[in-house]
């Protein structure tokens, strides 16, 4: 199966590992061996980025160890419960 028309994968919310996420990572891993010329980029949040690397054995690899977050704020509300 040739993906000519296609160069880059996006794969997001990887960390969530559903049935869907599983089967789609076997599906890029086997058209990343067969057409070198694409490349896959995968978004996680908490899931090892060394451990997809050795999965797809590539190389070829860059990853954000100091991904930007969105600042969180700790908001208490004491009587947000209360009757």
């Known amino acids: 199966m040739r993906f000519d028309r296609f160069k880059n994968f996006v794969l997001d919310e990887v960390h969530e590992r559903y ?10 891993r086997l058209i990343l061996a067969a057409n070198k010329h694409n490349s896959l980029i995968l978004m996680l949040a908490t899931a090892s980025a060394p451990a997809f690397v050795q999965y797809f054995k590539n190389e070829k690899t860059w990853h954000s160890p100091h991904s930007y977050c969105d600042p969180l704020t700790d908001v208490s509300c004491p009587n947000a419960m209360a009757p």
């Open 19 to 28: 049935l869907n996420t599983d089967f789609a990572l076997t599906l890029l």
